[in-house]
């Protein structure tokens, strides 16, 4: 675990942090829209973890955002034999172009579809969140415990923009708009399942099941007490197939209740 954080942090040190709120025009590139952004530091802090990261685990595998955007065929190693690495040099890309410091590193160790491990590194704010299957989840070197709303409290729930969903998700998205339910657009991913896991968001939904997104922040929150869902009521599966949209939440009841919300929607 100490490598893996040792490497992380010198990527965001060495590739990322020297071009926060310093980035040129000619760095930012749109991949599918305005919403969809990569910039150099995605690319080169890519590339620095997948060198130490293989290195940490001879045999291991790579399975990056920007390296499946070049190519992907590079995403079946999720679900292949070799253990995998599943990477976001820098999610939360909008914020991190923006020059906010709501941004993080997100890494997971999976092998055959399980996930092992995960790291949340959020440079600007010096936070680093780790989870290990049945070992638990820490926010530097704190235990983390999502706990659960308040009994008759409103729940506070983080969904995915509208731009990003198919009829079908937009409309199951709207059975959030209910008494009860405060739904509001989500910023990084790894960021929110971060608020999940130490009390302070009740939910996520989200549209889109791409790993490097979700690994690590679903370890995160099941290991702080958290549960997760897709709609037909089956925990999310990393190598896909999901019916979407899915939901993470603070506890079992909460996820059962958005996931209710979503369906009737």
């Known amino acids: 675990m100490s490598d893996v954080e040792e490497a992380i942090r010198e990527a965001a040190a060495v590739e990322i942090m020297p071009r926060h709120r310093q980035l040129a025009a000619d760095e930012i590139i749109q991949k599918t829209g305005p919403h969809d952004l990569v910039t150099v530091a995605d690319q080169l802090a890519e590339k620095h973890l997948t060198a130490a990261l293989t290195a940490i685990l001879p045999g291991s595998v790579v399975v990056g955002e920007e390296a499946v955007s070049a190519d992907p065929a590079v995403y079946g190693a999720v679900s292949g034999d070799a253990p995998v690495w599943i990477v976001d040099p820098v999610d939360g890309t909008r914020q991190f172009v923006r020059g906010e ?34 070992g638990g989840a820490h926010l530097n070197g704190a235990p983390l415990n999502a706990g659960s709303p308040a009994p008759d409290a409103d729940l506070t729930v983080a969904m995915s923009h509208p731009d990003y969903t198919t009829p079908a998700q937009k409309e199951a998205l709207l059975g959030l708009d209910v008494p009860g339910i405060r739904a509001r657009p989500c910023g990084s991913a790894g960021m929110e399942y971060l608020a999940i896991a130490r009390g302070q968001l009740d939910a996520v939904a989200f549209s889109w099941e791409y790993a490097w997104d979700h690994a690590a922040g679903l370890l995160l929150v099941t290991e702080a007490g958290g549960a997760h869902l897709t709609l037909d009521g089956s925990p999310f599966r990393i190598a896909g197939g999901n019916r979407l949209p899915f939901t993470a939440a603070r506890d079992a009841d909460t996820a059962g209740r958005i996931r209710t919300a979503l369906a009737d929607g």
Do not use: K, M
């Open 101 to 134: 410091a709501r941004f993080c590193t997100l890494v997971a160790l999976a092998h055959h579809g399980e996930l092992l491990a995960s790291w949340t590194y959020a440079p600007v704010l010096d936070e680093f969140a780790t989870a290990v299957r049945g």
